[in-house]
T-cell receptor
Framework: DSGVTQTPKHLITATGQRVTLRCSPRSGDLSVYWYQQSLDQGLQFLIQ???????AKGNILERFSAQQFPDLHSELNLSSLELGDSALYFCASSVGPTRQETQYFGPGTRLLVL | GNSVTQMEGPVTLSEEAFLTINCTYTATGYPSLFWYVQYPGEGLQLLLK?????DKGSNKGFEATYRKETTSFHLEKGSVQVSDSAVYFCALSDPGTGNQFYFGTGTSLTVIP
């Protein structure tokens, strides 16, 4: 158990819909990272937040957005969903903002868009 | 730019066989290198890491040495077990290019009794 929690574990929705994925980092960690893992694209970094502020941006679509709240939990919002958005979405956390730190991953949310 | 290249899988080995999973990287600076493991149905877990050249990371019988001259970080284990069946990801973080991790595509390992 990494100490990172993600909800829900599974999500099934339809094209055009909007969903919110939630992540709680390990106690004491200030950074949260979001990743998308799909069969055709592998593991893609989406975005990082550190202590409530956006820190780094990766391959995140404009239809996707995220935020980190004062209690440090984070939410990833996916809108206007397409079939290709079906994937496993991972959250990870680390203590500080630097890229060399170990990231601890949550169990993931499996999203299926029908 | 930064990238990580892993040997393609899947890899199937018999129990107690020797394992090598190749990983090479390109980076603009002096990256830290990682191996993560993903067991079936679970998230990624850090297996080992090395933060500078010639460092050796080790954990659970796995080892990898940071080779700057060959830009490699190959994962090895002398005697694999069925419980090692998982997907292994090589990754780097490069302080020269912002707060991003770069992951390889993953190598699936199946160990048969």
């Amino acid at each position: 158990d990494s100490g990172v929690t993600q909800t829900p574990k599974h999500l099934i929705t339809a094209t055009g819909q909007r969903v919110t994925l939630r992540c709680s980092p390990r106690s004491g960690d200030l950074s949260v990272y979001w990743y998308q893992q799909s069969l055709d694209q592998g593991l893609q970094f989406l975005i990082q937040y550190y202590n409530g502020e956006e820190r780094a941006k990766g391959n995140i679509l404009e239809r996707f957005s995220a935020q980190q709240f004062p209690d440090l939990h984070s939410e990833l919002n996916l809108s206007s969903l397409e079939l290709g958005d079906s994937a496993l979405y991972f959250c990870a956390s680390s203590v500080g903002p630097t890229r060399q730190e170990t990231q601890y991953f949550g169990p993931g949310t499996r999203l299926l868009v029908l | 730019g930064n990238s990580v290249t892993q040997m393609e899988g899947p890899v199937t080995l018999s129990e107690e066989a020797f394992l090598t999973i190749n990983c090479t990287y390109t980076a603009t600076g002096y990256p830290s290198l990682f191996w993560y493991v993903q067991y079936p149905g679970e998230g990624l877990q850090l297996l080992l890491k090395a933060t500078k050249a010639d460092d050796k990371g080790s954990n659970k019988g796995f080892e990898a040495t940071y080779r700057k001259e060959t830009t490699s970080f190959h994962l090895e284990k002398g005697s694999v077990q069925v419980s090692d069946s998982a997907v292994y990801f090589c990754a780097l973080s490069d302080p020269g290019t912002g707060n991003q991790f770069y992951f390889g595509t993953g190598t699936s390992l199946t160990v048969i009794p």
